[in-house]
């Protein structure tokens, strides 16, 4: 783990999360992702809530993921983000590390948009709290 990041989160898998093989099914990890961005989100004092309830709603255009090394039961794990814009897309490039060994898990790019009112555009709030970044 070599690469500076914005947030990180440090999790722990779960028994229910595992397939037969008894690593974690590759789904999960959608999970673990939305859910740092999710954290991240509430740490820059961003609800998803109050977005919605002033017709402001971010979703998830694509994900891009590559598999690197599978995490088991009971594994802690940190997940870490960064943040760039391009055009009107937040990029989220994530990575996955096991926390014993900071072997690298997965490496994701997730690109989201907004929708303003049912319309595709810039979110002055989002550009306002993330501008540190970009």
């Not at 060994?101 to 306002?128: F, M, P, S, W, Y």
Request: aromatic content about 12%.
């Amino acid at each position: 783990m070599n690469k500076d990041y914005i947030f990180q989160l440090e999790m722990n898998v779960r028994d229910y999360e595992c397939d037969i093989q008894g690593i974690v099914n590759n789904a999960n990890y959608l999970h673990y992702l939305e859910h740092t961005r999710h954290q991240f989100l509430l740490t820059e004092g961003i609800s998803f809530i109050k977005l919605h309830d002033q017709g402001i709603d971010c979703v998830v255009a694509r994900i891009t993921v590559s598999f690197k090394t599978p995490l088991r039961s009971d594994d802690a794990f940190l997940s870490c983000l960064n943040l760039r814009k391009e055009g009107v897309r937040y990029v989220f490039e994530q990575d996955i590390y096991r926390k014993a060994d900071h072997q690298l898990c997965i490496r994701a790019k997730v690109d989201t948009v907004c929708i303003v009112h049912g319309k595709l555009a810039e979110c002055q709030e989002l550009n306002e709290a993330f501008g540190k970044y970009f």
